[in-house]
């Protein structure tokens, strides 16, 4: 049993996926959703489980360093493919290191790119 507090947030960029992905293949933009969220078993004596406000700055300070670019041209994110899946688990390695001192047992993101289809990444934080 645990709790989880998320948040959600929204970026635009574009990309391409380099390989045989058909019109994806072509370079075009996405309007991008992000929800993160953390969850853990204990709440504070404030009776939360974390300030949602550390979560907005941590996931606002990395979407400002991708808003607007074409995704292929960050290193990070490019290897093998700028895909949902990759750029996940991009926001989980920049943001899990901002959370190492909050008793939380678990960050998730996940990202949309249409209102159709995401990807997450999902890992333990203890």
Not at 83 to 98: D, N, Q
């Amino acid at each position: 049993m645990s709790f989880e507090v998320g948040i959600v947030a929204n970026f635009i960029a574009h990309h391409h996926l380099v390989g045989d992905f058909g019109p994806a293949s072509q370079p075009h933009e996405h309007a991008y959703r992000v929800e993160v969220d953390v969850s853990g078993s204990n709440l504070g004596e404030d009776g939360t489980l974390f300030d949602i406000t550390r979560l907005q700055d941590a996931l606002s300070a990395v979407l400002g360093e991708i808003e607007g670019r074409d995704l292929n041209e960050i290193a990070a994110l490019a290897q093998p493919n700028p895909s949902a899946e990759v750029v996940a688990r991009y926001l989980f390695m920049r943001i899990a290191p901002s959370l190492a001192d909050a008793n939380l047992e678990q960050l998730r993101t996940r990202v949309w790119e249409s209102p159709d289809a995401y990807a997450s990444y999902t890992g333990d934080l203890t």
